[in-house]
Protein backbone atom coordinates (compact mmCIF):
# COMPACT_ATOMS: atom_id res chain seq x y z
CA UNK A 1 0.00 0.00 0.00
CA UNK A 2 1.20 3.60 -0.50
CA UNK A 3 0.10 6.41 1.61
CA UNK A 4 -0.20 10.56 0.34
CA UNK A 5 -0.75 12.84 2.55
CA UNK A 6 -1.08 17.00 2.01
CA UNK A 7 -0.75 19.30 5.00
CA UNK A 8 -0.41 23.06 5.34
CA UNK A 9 -3.26 24.03 3.85
CA UNK A 10 -5.33 27.08 6.06
CA UNK A 11 -6.98 30.42 5.80
CA UNK A 12 -5.30 33.73 4.49
CA UNK A 13 -6.06 37.02 3.52
CA UNK A 14 -5.78 37.68 -0.48
CA UNK A 15 -2.06 38.68 -1.32
CA UNK A 16 -0.96 36.02 1.46
CA UNK A 17 1.45 32.70 1.18
CA UNK A 18 1.18 29.37 1.83
CA UNK A 19 3.42 26.31 1.45
CA UNK A 20 1.59 23.09 0.99
CA UNK A 21 3.54 19.53 1.68
CA UNK A 22 2.93 16.17 0.20
CA UNK A 23 4.27 13.00 1.60
CA UNK A 24 4.47 9.53 0.35
CA UNK A 25 5.63 6.41 1.90
CA UNK A 26 4.41 2.93 1.88
CA UNK A 27 5.32 0.16 -0.27
CA UNK A 28 7.28 2.68 -2.62
CA UNK A 29 10.45 1.86 -4.91
CA UNK A 30 10.85 5.03 -6.32
CA UNK A 31 8.54 8.09 -7.56
CA UNK A 32 7.78 8.39 -10.93
CA UNK A 33 6.27 12.06 -10.61
CA UNK A 34 4.08 14.07 -8.38
CA UNK A 35 1.96 17.01 -8.76
CA UNK A 36 -0.68 19.35 -7.48
CA UNK A 37 -4.38 19.17 -8.36
CA UNK A 38 -7.25 21.21 -7.08
CA UNK A 39 -11.27 21.45 -6.73
CA UNK A 40 -13.08 24.00 -5.65
CA UNK A 41 -17.28 22.77 -4.93
CA UNK A 42 -19.67 22.02 -7.66
CA UNK A 43 -16.63 22.09 -9.73
CA UNK A 44 -14.26 19.51 -11.68
CA UNK A 45 -11.18 18.63 -10.40
CA UNK A 46 -7.76 20.10 -12.39
CA UNK A 47 -4.43 20.26 -12.68
CA UNK A 48 -2.59 23.23 -11.06
CA UNK A 49 1.53 22.37 -11.26
CA UNK A 50 2.88 19.38 -11.76
CA UNK A 51 6.54 17.55 -12.58
CA UNK A 52 6.45 16.04 -16.01
CA UNK A 53 8.43 12.56 -16.33
CA UNK A 54 10.86 14.45 -17.27
CA UNK A 55 11.43 16.81 -15.14
CA UNK A 56 10.08 19.56 -16.27
CA UNK A 57 7.20 21.63 -14.65
CA UNK A 58 3.79 22.61 -15.79
CA UNK A 59 1.72 25.12 -14.50
CA UNK A 60 -1.95 26.31 -14.68
CA UNK A 61 -2.23 29.61 -16.34
CA UNK A 62 -4.15 30.81 -13.71
CA UNK A 63 -1.36 29.76 -10.98
CA UNK A 64 1.64 30.56 -13.39
CA UNK A 65 3.99 33.36 -11.52
CA UNK A 66 2.51 33.22 -8.64
CA UNK A 67 2.86 28.96 -7.37
CA UNK A 68 6.28 27.04 -7.36
CA UNK A 69 6.16 23.62 -7.26
CA UNK A 70 9.28 21.66 -5.66
CA UNK A 71 10.76 18.61 -4.80
CA UNK A 72 12.95 16.29 -1.86
CA UNK A 73 13.13 12.90 -3.50
CA UNK A 74 15.11 11.60 -0.60
CA UNK A 75 11.97 12.06 1.05
CA UNK A 76 9.51 11.20 -1.29
CA UNK A 77 7.96 14.89 -0.49
CA UNK A 78 6.71 17.49 -3.00
CA UNK A 79 5.63 21.11 -1.65
CA UNK A 80 3.37 24.07 -3.62
CA UNK A 81 4.50 27.56 -2.40
CA UNK A 82 1.56 29.66 -3.41
CA UNK A 83 2.28 33.37 -2.92
CA UNK A 84 -0.04 36.35 -4.28
CA UNK A 85 -3.41 34.15 -2.91
CA UNK A 86 -6.36 35.18 -4.88
CA UNK A 87 -10.09 34.00 -3.46
CA UNK A 88 -10.47 32.04 -6.61
CA UNK A 89 -7.75 29.85 -5.57
CA UNK A 90 -10.11 28.72 -2.50
CA UNK A 91 -10.34 24.76 -3.22
CA UNK A 92 -9.28 21.44 -1.74
CA UNK A 93 -5.78 20.97 -2.75
CA UNK A 94 -5.10 17.15 -3.76
CA UNK A 95 -1.15 16.02 -4.43
CA UNK A 96 -0.71 12.64 -6.75
CA UNK A 97 2.02 10.49 -6.46
CA UNK A 98 2.99 8.53 -9.39
CA UNK A 99 4.57 5.50 -7.87
CA UNK A 100 6.96 2.32 -8.67
CA UNK A 101 5.73 -0.43 -6.39
CA UNK A 102 7.35 -3.15 -4.49
CA UNK A 103 4.32 -5.27 -5.87
CA UNK A 104 5.66 -4.79 -9.14
CA UNK A 105 3.08 -2.30 -10.61
CA UNK A 106 3.26 1.63 -11.50
CA UNK A 107 0.29 3.44 -10.27
CA UNK A 108 -0.85 7.05 -9.44
CA UNK A 109 -1.90 7.61 -5.94
CA UNK A 110 -3.84 10.68 -4.03
CA UNK A 111 -4.05 12.16 -0.57
CA UNK A 112 -7.21 13.00 0.86
CA UNK A 113 -6.72 16.83 0.08
CA UNK A 114 -5.92 20.02 2.46
CA UNK A 115 -8.31 22.91 2.67
CA UNK A 116 -7.45 26.60 1.37
CA UNK A 117 -9.67 29.33 1.75
CA UNK A 118 -8.56 32.56 1.01
CA UNK A 119 -10.72 35.29 2.46
CA UNK A 120 -10.99 39.15 4.05
Known amino acids: QVQVVESGGGLVQPGGSLRLSCAASGSILSIVTMGWYRQAPGNQRELVAT???????NYADSVKGRFTISRDNAKNTAYLQMNSLKPEDTAVYYC??????????????WGQGTQVTVSS
Open 51 to 57: FTIGSST
Open 96 to 109: KAIVRTTMGYAASY
